[in-house]
Structure formats: C-alpha cells, structure tokens
C-alpha cells in the first residue's frame, strides 16, 4: 500500500508561484505514474500533470507552460511547480499514483488548497 501526503498550498496573487510537494512511503516501488489533479468548487476532477517512472511528462492544456512536474530519483517525493497563477487556478490539489499493474489511479493524498486572488 502507497501513502501520499501533498504540502505546500497556500493563498497567492495572481502571478504568483508555488511550489507543491507529495511525499510518498510505503511500497513505493510499486508506483509506475504519478499525478496531479485538481478539483474547485462546482467542478469535476481534472488531471493536471503526470509523470511516468521513464520520465516523461503531460500536462492538461490550462496549465502548459506554466506549471512544472518533477520527482526525485527515488519517487519519494514528487513537486508541482506552478508559476504564473490564475485565479482560475483556485482549487483543491491531489497527488495521485498508478500502482502495481493496475492501469487506474488507485492511491491518493489527502489534498492541498491552493487560493488565488485577484
């Protein structure tokens, strides 16, 4: 079993940057991809970035070319850099990961709030 534990949200002015952190323990060899996703009021779930165990990042369109995922070499932890930030923005964010040889994002942290403001 993964556990996952986000950090680091907070309340930003537009144009501002954060720094998003998920720690991951557990069976952390187990991960195949990670995640972010983000959820505001009223609003469905949307992934935002992923990462996969070779490297390779996507990224939703709302986001590219603002916002950055990275890990470190051990997958213990996993950062979303998020530059230039909108009010639109504004949401609940989630580490989330692929495990095992499941193809669904089984395992979740508990979500961090980011605010924008205007």
């Known amino acids: 079993q993964v556990q996952l534990v986000e950090s680091g949200g907070g309340l930003v002015q537009a144009g501002g940057s954060l720094r998003l952190s998920c720690a991951a323990s557990?069976?952390?060899?187990?991960?195949?991809?990670r995640g972010w996703y983000r959820q505001a009021p009223g609003k469905q779930r949307e992934l935002v970035a992923t990462i996969t165990t070779g490297g390779s990042t996507s990224y939703a369109d709302s986001v590219k070319g603002r916002f950055t995922i990275s890990r470190d070499n051990a997958w213990n932890v996993m950062y979303l850099q998020m530059n230039s930030l909108k009010p639109e923005d504004t949401a609940v964010y989630y580490c989330?990961?692929?495990?095992?040889?499941?193809?669904?994002?089984?395992?979740w942290g508990q979500g961090t709030q980011v605010t924008v403001s205007s």
């Open positions: 989330s990961a692929v495990t095992g040889k499941g193809t669904t994002w089984d395992s």
């Open positions: 557990g069976n952390i060899f187990s991960i195949n991809a």
